[in-house]
Nanobody
């Protein structure tokens, strides 16, 4: 069992930066696939970034967001730069012991552990 808790959200103006952090407890984090997802009002939860067999990003955030994990501290951070109003959402940290298929890194169903989510608001 893995427990995940996000921190670092808040409000920022367009062009600004935020850093989200996800702290994991309960198991050795280094063995897990981890990802960030987000859900905007009225929209489905979508993939943002992944760290595991590789580091992968959604097209909408590539070049602006960076995922970084520290296995010694059991944390995975999401550095978000040049934020846009469309980045406004609740951001979720997720973890999985196995993906089933490496191509499924961006699927919500691949992840069995989720944080409670944290709000990020970007104003224009």
């Amino acid at each position: 069992q893995v427990q995940l808790e996000e921190s670092g959200g808040g409000s920022v103006q367009a062009g600004g930066s935020l850093r989200l952090s996800c702290a994991a407890s309960g198991r050795t984090f280094s063995y897990y696939h981890v990802a960030w997802f987000r859900q905007a009002p009225g929209k489905e939860r979508e993939f943002v970034a992944y760290s595991g067999f590789s580091t992968l990003y959604a097209d909408s955030v590539r070049g602006r967001f960076t995922i970084a994990r520290d296995n010694a501290k059991n944390t995975v951070d999401l550095q978000m730069n040049n934020l846009k109003p469309d980045d406004t959402a609740v951001y979720y940290c997720a973890a999985a012991r196995g993906l089933g298929d490496s191509a499924w890194y961006d699927r919500r169903r691949s992840y069995e552990y989720w944080g409670q989510g944290i709000q990020v608001t970007v104003s224009s």
